[in-house]
């Protein structure tokens, strides 16, 4: 179901590119965690790695049909056939953070992809939308750049701090009866997860799809851990 979601957003007609993959993003991450809530976490991390494997392998040997189903959702580098397409690395990204080599909590793992799946298109959205001060960071040798602006930095910063504070102090208690919330969630830790998420996602290196649930889930999990050790 997730897959054909991707077919029929890269299809979907007068909408623009942007706008299609920021929808696709926020859904497809949003989808994955409650999905969780179904799946034993080893199951999850299986079909996460199947189809990771199947996204490299479709864009590696089946590229013209790979261009075909999703070009819709790709960016210039990625029609090329240059980089890997985003949506591995969002696979992947989430992949590591359900494995338990970052956190062993799974209310953080899930934090972490919902974080992935707001934040990262708010701060695409706000960034163009409203004009602010613009960083330019140098991401190689070559020349390349990177641009972010204030307000996509802020949106992404106030997104996160938001579904940090829904789904780690409110909603999980309820949601999963195998959680360990614990009293880790403090404001500063929230604070902090908000700003790993806003770094990762403006970071010069790497792809932000690995780098903001990876990042965000292992800071929230230290000071988390780290809070309830010196209670």
């Known amino acids: 179901m997730v897959v ?9 007609p007068n909408v623009q590119k942007e706008t299609k993959r920021r929808f696709q993003h926020a859904l497809t991450g ?15 991390l299986a079909l996460l790695l199947i189809g990771s494997v199947a996204m490299y392998l479709a864009k590696t040997f089946f590229f013209e049909a790979f261009l075909k189903a999703f070009g819709g959702l790709l960016r210039p580098k990625e029609l090329s056939g240059e980089v890997l397409p985003g949506a591995f690395y969002f696979l992947i990204g989430t992949t590591i953070v359900v494995s338990g080599l970052v956190t062993t909590n799974m209310e953080i793992a899930r934090y972490a992809v919902e974080c992935l799946a707001l934040a ?5 959205w706000i960034g163009s ?15 390349g750049t990177r641009t ?13 701090l938001g579904v940090g504070w829904w789904m780690l102090v409110v909603a999980a208690p309820h949601g999963d009866a195998n959680a360990t919330t614990g009293p880790g969630f403090t ?5 902090a997860g908000a700003l790993a998420c806003t770094i990762a996602e403006g970071l010069p290196f790497g792809n932000d799809n690995l780098n903001i649930p990876v990042i965000t889930a292992f800071v929230v999990d230290r000071f988390a851990g780290n809070f309830s050790a010196n209670r």
């Open 148 to 160: 972010s602006s204030l307000s996509g930095c802020l949106a992404c910063f106030f997104t996160a």
């Open 30 to 44: 949003h989808a994955l965690v409650q999905i969780s809530y179904v799946l034993p976490r080893s199951l999850s």
């Open 187 to 191: 404001p500063l830790v929230l604070v």
């Open 129 to 143: 939308t409203i004009p602010s001060p613009k960083f330019t960071i140098s991401t190689d040798s070559n020349g």
């Open 120 to 124: 990262d298109p708010m701060a695409s």
């Open 4 to 12: 054909l979601f991707q077919y029929f957003v890269a299809r979907a």
